[in-house]
């Protein structure tokens, strides 16, 4: 099965907690916080694939998850990072955001990674809480949690070339005789469902990479036939190589039928540079070959003729195709949209009569992260939320002492200092 458009859901290894732990060693009396820290959660990453060509396997298990941090243990020592995931991808992948649409990455390289899911961060042991005016810390920090969320991959092949044209025309016949790919062929139309990339050498050492796509028909924009949600998988293509069948009615009126379903996909597209193929010439006879000449000479294309099947003229068109692609641009890469960092406002909501729920973010992060079962712990975090000025904030919002105020997964009794 071909998919090219899959949503997946992520979610990063979290951190793993730091420790609480006293030395204990023989003759010494009290031994000073040796708790370490917790190791980083597993962090989620894309790596480009050449020989990958479809996002299927992402069809198929939709969510990944990644292991989290080892805990951090006594004698100082570290908990283990979690191994990272590594997920493989189709080169050509997009990866968006489902909300806004907005490009996040688009992995053009084979081997290119991407990290979509940060693993969290471990919590600090104890040991890293003595300070001179604390010698027996019993404070230790949970691992930050991981990331949770959804994207959108969609795949945009990467071709030099894109072979367009009606349904039955010939093209995959053209690609299997100039390049190393099989497509399968068969005299009916749509007998290509899914794109198929092949590979033309050109001389001892210059190749080039065809792009073939299922066939369209007139009214493919209103999803006739295939419909022409293929033709995302030629926007990243230098030049076209349109495969005319005159065996198929008029000519010329075919020839623009095709460029204005493409136009009606996307104005630039229908821009791009085209070598048209007239195909299956072995059942034309010399004077049908002076008229298409005469029909198309006012357009101002290249034009050559062929018959694929008999393998008549495909050096011509492969000359011509590498001496246009010479002088065009490489494929473009697309950029990722500019998604600007969410300033993080705490906001405070009143839920019921004495009852406020704060939310940010930063803070709900903080509160997953503290061990709230050690003493110590509350007063730490208050000092931190009067430090973040958030004490204004709920005197702001009517907050009294003794009402509740919810953050994250836990609720705090306010007290006036
Ligand atoms: N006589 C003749 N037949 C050809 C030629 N090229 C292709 N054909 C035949 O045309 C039919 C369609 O060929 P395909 O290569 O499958 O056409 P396509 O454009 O890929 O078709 P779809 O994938 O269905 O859009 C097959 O029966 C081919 O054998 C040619 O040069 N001469
Ligand atoms: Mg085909």
């Not at 903080?366 to 110590?376: L, Q, R, Y």
């Amino acid at each position: 099965m071909f998919i090219d458009l899959v949503t997946i859901k992520v979610k990063s290894g979290s951190g793993g907690s730091g420790m609480s732990s006293f030395r204990r060693e023989k003759y010494v009396p009290k031994g000073g916080p040796d708790g370490g820290d917790g190791g980083r959660g597993g962090h989620i990453i894309l790596e480009a694939d050449r020989n990958l060509t479809t996002l299927v396997d992402f069809h198929y298990s939709g969510h990944y998850t990644a292991k989290d941090g080892g805990k951090g243990a006594g004698a100082n020592r570290h908990g283990r990072n979690a191994e990272d995931m590594v997920i493989k991808c189709p080169i050509g992948t997009v990866v968006k955001d489902p909300q806004t649409g907005a490009v996040l990455k688009d992995l053009t390289v084979h081997g290119e990674l991407f990290r979509i899911a940060r693993g969290g961060r471990g919590g600090r042991g104890n040991a890293r809480f003595r300070s001179s005016t604390r010698q027996t810390p019993r404070f230790y920090e949970k691992g930050e949690p991981g990331e949770e969320k959804e994207l959108v991959l969609e795949l945009k092949m990467l071709a030099d070339v894109g072979i367009i044209g009606m349904a039955n025309a010939g093209k995959s016949t053209l690609l299997s005789k100039i390049s190393n790919a099989h497509p399968k062929i068969a005299d009916y139309p749509f007998t290509t469902l899914t794109p198929v990339l092949g590979i033309v050498k050109y001389g001892e050492y210059d190749s080039f990479v065809v792009a073939d796509i299922p066939g369209l028909i007139e009214g493919a924009s209103d999803g006739k036939g295939l419909g022409f949600d293929f033709l995302r998988h030629i926007e990243r293509t230098r030049l076209y190589i349109h495969v005319v069948d005159p065996t198929q009615g008029d000519v010329a009126e075919n020839f623009n039928m095709i460029n204005n379903e493409l136009k009606k996909y996307d104005r630039k597209l229908s821009k791009r540079p085209q070598v048209v193929v007239i195909n299956k010439t072995d059942l034309l006879t010399e004077k049908e070959i002076k008229a298409i000449k005469a029909a198309f000479k006012k357009k101002k294309v290249t034009i050559e003729f062929i018959s694929a099947k008999q393998k008549e003229g495909l050096e011509k068109v492969i000359n011509t195709v590498y001496n246009m692609l010479k002088e065009l641009p490489a494929v473009q890469e697309i950029q990722p949209s500019f998604v600007p960092e969410k300033l993080e406002r705490p906001v405070v909501e009143k839920l019921f009569d004495g009852v406020y729920r704060l939310y940010s973010k930063r803070v709900e992060k903080k509160v997953a992260m503290m061990d709230f079962n050690n003493p110590e712990t509350t007063g730490v975090f208050m000092r931190y939320l009067e430090g973040e000025g958030l004490d204004e904030l709920f005197r702001e919002n009517g907050v009294q002492p003794g009402d509740t105020i919810v953050i994250g997964e836990r609720e705090f009794v306010y007290e006036e200092d």
